[in-house]
């Protein structure tokens, strides 16, 4: 029997088909009175030899031509089109097989069906099934039922997956796996490790692929002492060895932060596969450990295990944070030779490097040779022209997504509000505002941090103000960080300390960012003792330890203090690294208060991080002249012109029919700047005209 399909056919078919599981299969037996004819033996066998050997045609037509089918026939064809993920064949042939009235469906192929429908998420005709097995009793059936809780996953019903699995009578080790998997799936972790915790109650239930997805249910929630009690569980049965459980413990042990013993871990595996290898290269990556990453990506490569979409997803990642282009573009000559470059994950992180490495040209190459997009996709190339500063790009790449019909997620929409801020152009801002008002994002946390930022950077501190207070209750700390950092930019340093000291009334935790705005706001008042006060707090407190830019606030405090010599020496005490930036923010102030000896300290210590730095040489070469020293200034201006250093121009931006256009001192970039030095020349010259005249028309009185 040959079942066709064209076009609405096979929804027709599949509807009348499930309205007919209503119907007992005893009625249609004897309704129809038909004999029962045996299948022999021999025939299924070979049915079942030729599926298993990938010749599935072959098999289809031997099927189509066999006088009867019992049972057995009709389950080995429709796992066989199961297994070649032909869901809607599969379907087709089960709803065929209900209207033989010679076969009878068992437990195994309404599993098999079910499958069908949890793989192609077909849910309509997997509850159909359901209704089907309640009404024949073939629901107890612990096969069944562990079909049903997989199909429920799949389709995001999770509340009724625990509700077949609560109901059923019997279980065993697929059944708690399949709901528990189901749970941390979803990323219920919690619910997961609790039917993981009953279901240990029984000895013999849990195996490997348990165990593996309760570790990831404690990596989830940063549970390593869970985790270690599993661990331990794992070691007693003898599942050390067994590769998902090895590598689920790594990564359990890598996300709650214990990287020596997820090492341990590693070097003791007596096999390893790409998953082992990826975790270790993501896990690097995750902790700032990116050229660690890259060795173990060519140890890797000198072993037998090949990269897979992962792997080189995690190494592009790890590339754009060392900003290395040129490993960038060779993983990308090893992609393109395995032939995976059409993978969504990879070529999303590459846009990702190349973006990062400020190769926006090549990044955009990629995005329009994409054969499909995902939303990711989308967020990346908008990202990326938004961070670099190109607000008619990144619009315009919004624009086509729109069109596209994808809808906008929050960091698409954060980028927009980012690069609206940066670029000053609150126009713009406002739009992307209100379209995350028309898709109900405004109350997203990342919206909304990101549009007081947007305010703030756009001079509207009233505006960033109204949006934090209309969201207050449910503020994070995100958003009252970007709010006291607003206040703090605009010289609102009482309330940005208020606002603070108020969120510490309510029970906020400040994060290390939090306290970068209420020190950056004590700096801009000049509040010393409130300053130290807000340092010393976030040690002994909140046990966090200063990075170098809470030093960089606190030193900005004590030069604008002008306590120069107490400055200087919080920059040598420094126990984190120290950058130019705490050193040209001792250099400026040195300048102002014309200190030379302690100038000129701060300007060698820039000029040996970084030789070339305009800012210390133009610096120094002021500092001299100011005092007087000539001949000191123009060694300095000779050593830059040696150097070939140039003082970096000063630009401004302005906003022209919804177009930004940058300037800078003598400039050529702009497509109009023949015209607007034309004007810029008649503008001089009539200028100039009128002085002559205003001059000529004063009469000089003799005394």
């Not at 499930?18 to 025939?43: C, G, M, Q, W, Y």
């Not at 002021?622 to 050593?639: D, Q």
């Amino acid at each position: 029997m040959t079942v066709m399909r064209n076009g609405g056919r096979f929804r027709q078919f599949c509807t009348a088909s499930v309205s007919l599981l209503e119907k007992p299969v005893d009625k249609f037996l004897h309704e129809a009175r038909i004999p029962n004819h045996v299948v022999s033996f021999d025939t299924n066998y070979q049915l079942r030899n030729l599926i298993d050997s990938g010749n599935l045609r072959d098999a289809r037509q031997m099927f189509d031509k066999m006088p009867h089918r019992d049972v057995f026939s009709w389950t080995a064809i429709i796992q066989g089109y199961v297994a070649a993920t032909n869901h809607d064949e599969a379907l087709i042939l089960f709803s065929a097989m209900h209207l033989d009235p010679r076969v009878s469906a068992d437990t195994h192929v309404l599993s098999v069906a079910l499958k069908a429908c949890g793989q192609s998420s077909n849910l309509s005709f997997g509850e159909s099934l359901h209704a089907f097995a309640e009404k024949t009793s073939l629901l107890s059936s612990v096969y069944v039922g562990s079909a049903l809780i997989d199909l429920y996953k799949r389709t995001g019903m999770i509340d009724k997956s625990c509700r077949v699995f609560t109901e059923m009578d019997f279980k065993n080790t697929v059944t708690w796996t399949t709901i528990i998997t189901s749970l941390v799936h979803a990323g219920r972790h919690k619910e997961g490790l609790c039917y993981f915790t009953e279901m240990s109650r029984f000895r013999e239930l849990p195996d490997t692929f348990t165990f593996a997805i309760a570790l990831k249910a404690c990596a989830g929630l940063r549970q390593l002492r869970y985790g270690q009690g599993i661990h331990t569980h794992v070691i007693v049965k003898g599942f050390g060895a067994v590769l998902c459980v090895a590598n689920s413990l790594f990564t359990m042990y890598t996300e709650c932060g214990e990287m020596e013993d997820a090492l341990c871990l590693f070097e003791s595996m007596s096999e390893k596969d790409v998953v082992s290898w990826t975790s270790l290269i993501t896990a690097y990556s995750r902790i700032g450990q990116e050229e660690n990453a890259v060795e173990t990506f060519l140890l890797m490569r000198n072993s037998e295990v090949s990269p897979n979409e992962q792997t080189f997803a995690s190494m592009f990642a790890a590339c754009a944070s060392l900003s290395r282009l040129v490993w960038g573009e060779q993983l990308h000559g090893n992609v393109f030779s395995l032939g995976i470059v059409d993978s969504l994950s990879v070529i999303n992180s590459m846009m990702k490097m190349y973006s990062t490495c400020g190769r926006l040209d090549s990044a955009s190459a990629l995005f329009r040779g994409m054969r499909c997009r995902d939303i990711i996709s989308w967020s990346t190339i908008i990202g990326g022209y938004s961070q670099g500063g190109f607000v008619d790009e990144g619009f315009e790449y919004f624009s086509w997504m729109r069109q596209s019909g994808t809808k906008p997620t929050d960091f698409a929409l954060a980028s927009l509000l980012s690069v609206s801020g940066n670029m000053a152009v609150l126009e713009q801002g406002r739009q992307v505002h209100a379209l995350s008002l028309h898709l109900g994002l405004e109350q997203n946390p990342t919206i909304r941090s990101a549009l007081i930022t947007m305010y703030s950077k756009c001079g509207s501190i009233a505006e960033a103000s109204k949006v934090f207070e209309e969201t207050e209750r449910a503020a994070d700390i995100v958003a009252l960080t970007a709010m006291t950092n607003g206040y703090a930019e605009h010289g609102k340093s009482k309330e940005a300390i208020d606002l603070f000291e108020k969120s510490l009334n309510v029970g906020f935790r400040p994060d290390t960012v939090t306290f970068i705005s209420v020190l950056n706001a004590c700096a801009h008042s000049g509040q010393l003792d409130v300053g130290f006060h807000y340092f010393n707090l976030m040690q002994e407190r909140y046990n966090m330890s200063p990075a170098k830019e809470h030093y960089g606030c606190m030193v900005d405090l004590l030069c604008r203090a002008g306590r120069l010599s107490e400055a200087e020496k919080m920059i040598n005490e420094m126990p984190c690294e120290k950058d130019d930036v705490v050193w040209t923010t001792l250099l400026r102030a040195c300048t102002a208060k014309r200190d030379i000896e302690r100038g000129r300290r701060a300007a060698e210590r820039i000029l040996e991080l970084d030789p070339t730095s305009s800012i210390a040489l133009v610096t120094l070469a002021n500092i001299y002249s100011r005092t007087g020293k000539w001949k000191e200034a123009a060694i300095v201006r000779k050593s830059m012109k040696s150097k070939g250093v140039m003082k970096e121009p000063g630009w401004s931006s302005v906003l022209i029919k919804d177009k930004v256009s940058a300037f800078a001192s003598g400039g050529q970039s702009h497509p109009q700047c023949e015209d607007i030095y034309s004007i810029l020349e008649l503008v001089v010259h009539r200028y100039d005209c009128a002085i002559k005249g205003a001059f000529e028309s004063i009469q000089i009185c003799d005394p």
